[in-house]
């Protein structure tokens, strides 16, 4: 996901377009739809349950263009810090309050970094 973002190719490149596709589809054994959220699962808690990462969440946004898929990240992003007011490290796609780690600084650190760049791209999203 994030190969663009570490200026390894395009984000309009077409193999990566097919790679992000797959990471995003049900054919990922990693990927995990649930009622209220949808992304990458964490390696480290496999199942049961299965966990999103919120750091492939921001890995999404921060390598499309596409701004509705971009608003889609920042929802659930909000949505999965529960009140808390931190990204943490995984959650619970049907339960967000069921989450690890209340204090991540990784990713935290990285949602700072996806805010600054929508500020220079994508400014108006975030009003």
């Known amino acids: 996901m994030s190969l663009?973002?570490?200026?390894?190719?395009?984000?309009?490149?077409?193999?990566?377009?097919?790679?992000?596709?797959?990471?995003l589809s049900e054919w990922n054994p990693k990927y995990i739809k649930g009622k209220f959220d949808e992304g990458i699962g964490s390696t480290h808690y496999p199942e049961p349950p299965k966990r999103i990462?919120?750091?492939?969440?921001?890995?999404?946004?921060?390598?499309?263009?596409?701004?509705?898929e971009i608003l889609f990240c920042i929802e659930q992003l909000k949505r999965s810090n529960v009140g808390t007011?931190?990204?943490?490290e995984t959650y619970i796609p049907d339960n967000p309050h069921d989450f690890t780690?209340?204090?991540f600084a990784w990713a935290n650190t990285f949602f700072g970094e996806m805010i600054?760049?929508?500020?220079?791209?994508?400014?108006?999203l975030l009003i």
């Open 116 to 124: 600054l760049k929508l500020l220079e791209k994508h400014p108006d």
């Open 53 to 68: 990462w919120p750091l492939s969440t921001i890995a999404r946004a921060l390598t499309t263009n596409d701004e509705n």
């Open 101 to 103: 780690r209340p204090w």
């Open 4 to 23: 663009p973002y570490n200026s390894v190719c395009s984000v309009d490149d077409p193999l990566y377009q097919n790679t992000r596709r797959w990471l």
């Open 85 to 88: 007011g931190f990204i943490h």
